[in-house]
């Protein structure tokens, strides 16, 4: 079990445009369906994509166990992933080193990640109907990949049932003509961001940063294929610092140093008081500011307790009550 989860604000939407909203029972009404079914799982390509049908079938993210409360909807996703490296156990007095082993022809190795919904929408902001949301920080197991496994069981759903999710078209003018339209339920994670960065600085440092080139001027000689993308960066290590604007002169002077290479973005690496490191988004390298740089909110969990595993089949109480209690805590939506 993890030490940490990422606060998230998760939004029901639908595609295309239509003139409905999507509450949160209609993925509650999905998931609890597919479980039912024994077929709330997804496979997964080798790029840790969603596959369109099987390909794998130990490479996969599924529901192991769901629970229905009055105020929150909680999950267990568990991944399956072959790629994953083996866990061994060492014991320094005799340094003997036992690898762990499958068992069992299909066996690989695993990795569960909580996810905990509250039932109760945020009533105001640019976050209305929105609902916060905790997430389990799981290596092989993303929010991004937990994202797109709703939405692919969202997608399963409406066409085993497309008179479910029928609508009046978005028009863009009364002129347009009125349509009904079948439409796709859908859901977005959406990062609790922290302070700015300024505000971060207070209780953490800048420990690195990284500069990225994406899409280049190059496209190769003309009887040669064409060069859609070439991806180049420069990691930097530095010693941890406050101060922007050192950190600012070191990327500039890095960005002379290889004047050949167009770096169109960076990613700061921060590291806050308990010494973990987080990233910032992609920022635009010539339009950086320091309220534009935040990053998804994380929250360490400190009685986890020794010997948790990485893998499990059931929803862990101390995992449940630390999730609940982040969302309860309105400093953590500040």
């Not at 030490?3 to 595609?15: D, E, T, V």
């Not at 790629?83 to 003997?96: A, D, E, M, W, Y």
């Not at 902001?125 to 389990?136: F, L, N, S, W």
């Not at 439409?183 to 600085?201: E, G, I, M």
Request: with cysteine.
């Amino acid at each position: 079990m993890s030490q940490y989860l990422h606060l998230m604000k998760l939004a029901m939407g639908r595609h295309p445009a239509v003139s409905t909203d999507v509450h949160l029972e209609v993925l509650i009404k999905v998931c609890k369906y597919y479980v039912e079914k024994d077929d709330a799982i997804s496979y997964i390509t080798t790029g840790g994509k969603l596959a369109e049908g099987k390909i794998d079938e130990t490479n996969a993210v599924y529901i192991s166990e769901l629970s229905d409360e009055k105020d929150f909807f909680s999950l267990l996703l568990v991944r399956g992933d072959p790629g994953r490296t083996l866990p061994s156990f060492v014991n320094p007095k005799t340094r003997i080193v036992k690898p762990v082993s499958p068992q069992d022809v299909g066996d690989v190795p695993g990795a569960s990640s909580h996810v905990i919904i509250s039932k109760a929408s945020i009533a105001s902001g640019t976050d209305q109907g929105r609902h916060r949301m905790a997430i389990e920080r799981t290596t092989g197991l993303s929010k991004t990949l937990a994202r797109d496994f709703l939405t692919n069981l969202l997608a399963r759903y409406a066409d085993e049932f497309p008179s479910e999710f029928v609508a009046e078209k978005r028009r863009r003018s009364a002129r347009e003509k009125q349509e009904s339209i079948a439409y796709r339920p859908t859901v977005r994670f959406n990062p609790q961001q922290n302070a700015s960065l300024k505000n971060d600085l207070e209780s953490g440092k800048i420990g690195g940063f990284k500069l990225v080139r994406g899409i280049p001027n190059f496209k190769g000689e003309a009887s040669a294929p064409q060069v859609q993308r070439v991806n180049v960066s420069l990691t930097a290590q530095i010693a941890p610092t406050e101060d922007f604007s050192k950190v600012r002169a070191a990327i500039d002077s890095m960005r002379g140093l290889l004047s050949s290479v167009e770096f169109e973005g960076l990613n700061l690496e921060l590291i806050d008081e308990g010494g973990n490191h987080h990233n910032t988004r992609m920022l635009q390298i010539d339009q950086v500011e320091e309220s534009d740089m935040r990053y998804c909110k994380t929250i360490h969990i400190a009685d986890v307790g020794h010997g948790a595993v990485e893998c499990y089949s059931e929803l862990q109480k101390p995992f449940l009550k630390a999730a609940k209690a982040a969302i309860q805590n309105s400093k953590n939506w500040t």
